[in-house]
Structures are given as structure tokens and as C-alpha cells.
């Protein structure tokens, strides 16, 4: 299975995608959590992305290309997997089209989490990682409405997305989003 879990930041995906990820048994990738790693590790990656990921920019698409190629090149996604954070732009879509259909696997599912901007700064705020300041968020949030967002209708046309719920307790919002996958 190959599902795409897709929300504005401070949704939840992170949170989510874990959680699922363990229960269905397929890896989990996280764009974010494999820049934060590469900028840590002070990569060419990692050098690359550091002054969008600080900003709350959209890292360059062929940069994306690089890390998510890797990623998913290693063995424990020949299950499937979640996608966290990945695809947010059109580019970014086609080349995991391209990806996928040269492993012979499509999409899935298109799970997006709804929640509403107000809860989603609050939780932001509470988080409290590097990005987490009210005017990086304001920006993250805007690149999202700008850049991420249009990917909706795309996927809908595809008849591959399903809206959830993203506000409630963590559990319920997992039986949700287990629902949708039924
Ligand atoms: P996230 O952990 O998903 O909130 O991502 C944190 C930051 O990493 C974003 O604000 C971007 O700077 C960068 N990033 C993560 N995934 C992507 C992606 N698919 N395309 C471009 N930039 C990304």
C-alpha cells in the first residue's frame, strides 16, 4: 500500500503517519524528518536545505527529488509505505508517478487531515521546534494555501482522496483515517 498522508503543517501527519505506519506494518517516510536528519548530519542534502527548512520555504523540487529517491530505494519500502509530507507540489507529484510506475505500484490512498487554522498555530506553537515561531508558521502556512494545497483537486480528479477529521483525540483520529482506508 502506498498512502499519501497529506494536510496543511501542524495537522498531525507526523503523528499520524507514525502510528499507522506501525499498525499496517510499511515504513514511513517523512521529508521533513529526513532533512532535519541530513541538515544535522551536515550532508550536501542537508547543506542544500538548511536555509528553506530555517525559513519555513519549500525546499527545491530537484533537492526533494534526491532525498526521496534515496529513501524509497531502500529495501524496507517494497511493502508499501506512508508518505508524510510528500508530494507538495505538482513537480513533486508527477515524479512520484514516475517513481512508483517504474516499481510497478500506483497510490493508494490520498488522506487529507482537516483541521482548522486556529487549532493548527496553537499546536504549533505548543510543538515548539526550531520552525515553530509565529511567523515562520504564518509563512508555512501560506506556502501550504499557495504551492500544496491545489495537489487536492488533483487527487480528488484521480479519485483517490478521502478528507478526514483531524481534530480529536490522537486514537480517534487513527480509527478515522483506518476507516477511510477501508
Ligand atoms: P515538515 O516536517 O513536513 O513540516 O517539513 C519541514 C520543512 O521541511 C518544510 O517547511 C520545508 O522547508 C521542508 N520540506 C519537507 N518536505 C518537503 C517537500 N516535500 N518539499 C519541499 N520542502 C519540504
Request: proline share 2%.
Amino acid at each position: 500500500m502506498i498512502l499519501v498522508l497529506f494536510g496543511a503543517p501542524g495537522v498531525g501527519k507526523g503523528t499520524q503517519a507514525a502510528i499507522l505506519a506501525e499498525k499496517l506494518g510499511i515504513a514511513h517516510l517523512s521529508t521533513g524528518d529526513a532533512f532535519r536528519a541530513a541538515i544535522k548530519n551536515q550532508t550536501s542534502v542537508g547543506l542544500l536545505a538548511k536555509e528553506y527548512v530555517d525559513s519555513g520555504k519549500l525546499v527545491p523540487d530537484d533537492v526533494v527529488a534526491r532525498i526521496v529517491e534515496e529513501a524509497m530505494g531502500g529495501e524496507q519500502f517494497a511493502a508499501g509505505c506512508i508518505l508524510d509530507g510528500f508530494p507538495r507540489t505538482r513537480a513533486q507529484a508527477d515524479a512520484l508517478d514516475g517513481l512508483l510506475t517504474a516499481k510497478g505500484l500506483t497510490i493508494s490512498h490520498v488522506v487529507n487531515l482537516d483541521v482548522d487554522d486556529d487549532t493548527i498555530i496553537a499546536r504549533l506553537l505548543q510543538r515548539g521546534r526550531a520552525d515553530d515561531q509565529e511567523e515562520i508558521i504564518r509563512n508555512r502556512l501560506g506556502v501550504y494555501n499557495a504551492e500544496t494545497a491545489p495537489l487536492l483537486e488533483y487527487y480528488s480528479e484521480k479519485g483517490l482522496l478521502t478528507s478526514v477529521n483531524g481534530v480529536g483525540e490522537v486514537d480517534e483520529v487513527t480509527q478515522r483515517v483506518l476507516t477511510a482506508l477501508a
